[in-house]
């Protein structure tokens, strides 16, 4: 274990540029980005959920990222561009989807509807319903509309919207390596990507759901669904909405655990890309063969009555065709 105490437990945030000169970073590759230096730090936690363990180091590369997530107002300005038509806004295809009902089989997304009182935590259909018409522009439904939502992260994007936008803007998805490294905005170890206590003085530092899940939305941090970007306060990088609001897209296929602690400095891995394609698989349905990709920071219906996931360590498998009124992204660019 000798080799591993040259790591530091808490790294202090490093300001933009510390290791590179501004004339060598040269400039943002996109508006509203920010460069993230790269280091070593403790990825995942041992005190949360099994899918977190275990804490292992790694190192990751300096890289710039979208200070916000993407907005509806970014993802229309690339649909204007490219005509692109998301993953949610396709019928899909029968022999896809074997066994699945006729009526299912038309353009449509998953909507978090309220129950109007205590519902069986364990069945996830008592809040989300595959609602017929709903896409980016309905985010409720065929009947609502994005009026007033311009600056609220786009929501209904399948994995592959998110891969078309960021190629469209010439950026990329982050590793959930990168991204946790970002969130956690140098607090290397603290539970939250601001310190160690959930609420600071009683302070709601993202969107999060208060109340009993899923029927008692109290919306006492200011947003019962989502909130314009930028809402809450930034992490030490200057990153805003990394957690809550909504789940981001990462490029990894996800791994039901983190690989082991190396215990020799050499052997701490450098820029990790998740687990292979092949066994991100949901191993209780093994009859469909969708992968899935990791999501990270939890989101505005994360709650300690229900999940407490609005945490950098907190991950979640998310179906590549699958998308929801409570995913998002946001990109990166590599050096
Ligand atoms: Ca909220
Ligand atoms: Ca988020
Ligand atoms: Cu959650």
Redesign the pocket.
């Known amino acids: 274990m000798a080799d591993i105490t040259m790591f530091s437990s808490r790294t202090k945030p490093r300001q933009p540029g510390s290791d590179s000169t501004s004339s060598e970073l040269g400039k943002p590759p996109g508006q509203d980005m920010v460069w993230i230096p790269g280091g070593t730090f403790k990825m995942g936690s041992d005190q949360h959920y099994v899918e977190e363990r275990p804490v292992h180091h790694v190192t990751v590369d300096g890289f710039w990222v979208d200070r916000y ?1 993407v907005t509806n107002e970014q993802f229309a300005r690339f649909v204007a561009e490219t005509g692109h038509v998301t993953f949610a806004e396709i019928a899909p295809k029968a022999e896809d989807y074997p066994g699945a009902l006729p009526e299912m089989l038309h353009p449509g997304s998953l909507v978090f509807v309220q129950p109007p009182g205590p519902v069986d935590l364990r069945n996830i259909g008592n809040w989300w319903r595959f609602v017929l018409g709903a896409d980016w522009r309905h985010p409720y439904g065929p009947d609502s509309s994005l009026q007033g939502l311009d600056k609220h ?1 786009v929501v209904h994007i399948a994995y592959a919207d998110a891969l078309a936008y960021a190629k469209w803007a010439g950026k990329l998805l982050p590793t959930e390596a990168e991204w946790e490294f970002a969130a956690r905005g140098g607090l290397d170890g603290a539970p939250y990507a601001w310190g160690d206590e959930f609420t600071p003085g009683g302070k709601f530092m ?2 999060t759901w208060q109340g009993r899940f899923p029927w008692e939305n109290l919306g006492e941090d200011g947003f019962e669904r989502t909130s314009p970007v930028g809402s809450f306060p930034p992490n030490g990088y200057g990153l805003y ?8 897209w990462t490029s990894d296929w996800y791994t039901p655990r983190h690989p082991d602690e190396q215990t020799k400095a050499c052997c701490v891995p450098l820029n990790p890309r998740g687990g292979r394609k092949e066994d991100s698989y949901d191993p209780v349905t093994p009859q469909f063969k969708i992968p899935r990709k990791v999501l ?4 505005h219906l994360c709650g300690p009555t229900y999940c407490r996931r609005y945490r950098p360590a907190a991950r979640f498998p998310e179906p590549v065709d699958t998308s929801t009124s409570h995913v ?1 992204f ?1 990109c990166i660019v590599r050096k």
């Open positions: 997530p992260p993202a969107n909405d990394m957690i809550g609001n909504t789940w981001e990270k920071g939890g989101s998002g946001r």
